[in-house]
């Protein structure tokens, strides 16, 4: 039995309208599904094609080669004065070197990619050396800072990967690779300055790291001055 919404009379099972007011009579069930049917929304989400990594690596490889060679013709073509064009070069050769592990070849090994690393960007020091109109400054300095630095960064490499690895131990390396890098840097300077091969301000710098470095290993030693500073520190 139902009623007509409107004026409250009783209506027929098979009455349509009513028929005292002519209201429409409509079955709530059946509103329910025009509603449903009418949501505005889709009901499966779209999805977009994911992009592959050899086709980003197309992408950034042709607008490093592009504004490099637009950059040299530029050089070449018009501003004539200086060789300005080959730092931008050199840049860009740095810049694609860094982008082969990342979405080139995902699966260099990691020492590879810092030699080349190195590599590159003792390149685009010899290439600064035509600016300069000297190349005294790159055989003797740098190049073997290149040489430090991508060496270091092979070693902490080789400890972050092979050897145990927490906050405690990463600092160590840390701390250690910085007093050394501090170390080649002023032995290196002093050398090519035709100076006494003897420490300088980086035996401060040292000297810190040190300290820090015996701080550390006496916690890595003892469990409960390590439990003790995980605990305060949160990690």
């Known amino acids: ?84 064009s080959l730092a931008v070069i050199g840049a860009c050769v740095v810049l694609w070197v860094i982008l082969i592990p990342v979405v080139i070849n995902v699966k260099q090994p990691v020492y590879v990619s810092l030699l080349l690393d190195g590599g590159a960007v003792g390149i685009y020091l010899y290439m600064l050396t035509f600016l300069t109109g000297s190349a005294g400054w790159f055989w003797g300095l740098g190049l073997f800072i290149v040489l430090l630095v991508t060496g270091l960064l092979e070693v902490f490499t080789f400890c972050v990967r092979k050897l145990p690895r927490s906050f405690l131990t990463m600092s160590l390396y840390v701390f250690t690779g910085a007093g050394l890098l501090c170390v080649g840097l002023d032995l290196l300077i002093k050398h090519y300055l035709g100076g006494v091969l003897r420490l300088g301000w980086s035996a401060v710098v040292l000297t810190v790291c040190g300290i820090l470095d015996v701080a550390i290993i006496t916690m890595l030693s003892r469990r409960r001055l390590r439990n003790a500073v995980r605990r305060r520190l949160h990690f």
């Open 1 to 84: 039995m139902s009623y007509c919404v409107n004026c409250g009379v009783e209506l027929d099972a098979s009455a349509r309208k009513c028929a005292l007011c002519n209201t429409p009579v409509l079955n709530p069930n059946v509103l329910e599904q025009i509603a449903q049917a009418a949501t505005p929304f889709p009901e499966e989400k779209g999805q977009v094609e994911a992009v592959k990594r050899k086709d980003l690596g197309l992408l950034l490889s042709l607008v490093v080669l592009a504004t490099a060679v637009t950059c040299g013709l530029l050089n070449f073509l018009t501003f004539r004065k200086e060789m300005w």
